[in-house]
C-alpha cells in the first residue's frame, strides 16, 4: 500500500520554478518514495532533524517527513544542494 503525497506550499512553489526534465526527474522520485520512503538506495535521515528525511536528486535536496499511522509522506522542501543545510 502506497503512502500519500503532501506538498507544503514552499516546496510546491520551488517544483513549479524549476525546468521540466527536473520536475519529472522529482515527480519520480515522489513515486519511488511513495512505495517505500524508508529505502535506504533512496533516502537517509538528517542528522541536524532525526524527525526528516532526504532523497538525493541529481543537484537537488527532497526533505520529508513519514508518518507512518497515517501512511502519508509529507514534503517539507526542495532546494539545491548548496543551500539544503543551512536550514530546513
Known sequence: M???LQ???Q???TLKSLDQ???RRL???FEELSENP???RLSNSVEMEPSVRKSRVGNWRIFFEVND???TIAIVAIKPRSRAYRKI
Do not use: E, G, M, S
Open 38 to 40: 524508508f529505502d535506504q
Open 2 to 4: 502506497n503512502y500519500a
Open 11 to 13: 516546496a510546491a512553489k
Open 27 to 29: 515527480l519520480a522520485r
Open 21 to 23: 526534465p527536473t520536475i
Open 7 to 9: 506538498i507544503d506550499k
Open 69 to 71: 499511522v497515517a501512511r
